[in-house]
């Protein structure tokens, strides 16, 4: 597809779910999309290039650790971002500006990640200008299924934490312990992954007062 030159002709608006839904899992790398919150899209004329999402920070603990003051409420994490696959390098940071412009005002803070073991040291965040604070700390790991399909850690979590509301899982069992039994109830096996690059943009003074981890020098591409 040929796409245009300079920003004529490029929307950038709010989306439903299910077209943001339909696009990732078509054309993004990780081929899903799990949660929905804050969906922005990129049209080219009528066609739909691009979307971004964003939604609750998959880990709650991550919010106190990159700031004071931070809560559900003000801090938003970018879920899924994707421009088509032809489009001018620029587009995507582009894009990326506005459709954070077009948060709710609450929110403060967007958090990212970059995941090296797809070949991403966070280009698109450097060009935009947010804040790098280093890889993750903790040890991150997803699941694969018997055919070597990915499966995200939140399925199994999810899942247990349904069969405690409904009374169905076992007495005393932890999110952690019901994590690890619904994974091994459908044959699921643990998967290491390597630290991810972790940014961070500030959308006000308060979060820029407030800000835990000192900036750190951006990484660079490997190789």
Not at 27 to 44: A, E, F, M, P, V
Not at 69 to 91: C, K, Q, S, V
Not at 178 to 202: I, N, Q, S, T
Request: hydrophobic residues 30%; charged residues 25%.
């Amino acid at each position: 597809m040929q796409l245009r030159l300079g920003t004529d002709g490029y929307q950038v608006e709010p989306i439903g779910y299910h077209d943001a839904r339909t696009l990732i899992e078509t054309r993004h790398y990780l081929k899903q999309l799990r949660k929905s919150g804050t969906q922005i899209g990129l049209l080219n004329g009528p066609e739909l290039i691009g979307a971004a999402v964003f939604g609750q920070p998959s880990r709650e603990g991550v919010i106190g650790s990159l700031w004071h003051h931070g809560t559900l409420e003000n801090t938003t994490e970018l879920l899924r971002f994707y421009t088509i696959d032809d489009a001018e390098p620029w587009l995507g940071t582009w894009f990326l500006s506005r459709a954070i412009k077009q948060l709710p005002r609450q929110i403060e803070m967007v958090v990212a990640y970059s995941d090296p073991a797809h070949g991403h040291h966070g280009g698109l965040y450097q060009a935009a200008s947010w804040i790098y604070t280093g890889p993750t700390t903790n040890t991150p790991y997803h699941y694969q299924d018997a055919d070597g399909n990915r499966i995200g850690k939140q399925t199994p979590w999810k899942q247990a934490r349904r069969e405690r509301e409904q009374g169905l899982a076992p007495a005393g069992e932890t999110a952690a312990e019901g994590e690890r039994r619904v994974a091994a109830e459908r044959g699921w096996a643990r998967v290491a992954d390597e630290p991810k690059h972790r940014y961070v943009f500030l959308r006000s003074k308060r979060a820029r007062r407030n800000l835990r981890p000192a900036p750190k020098p951006y990484p660079k591409p490997d190789g």
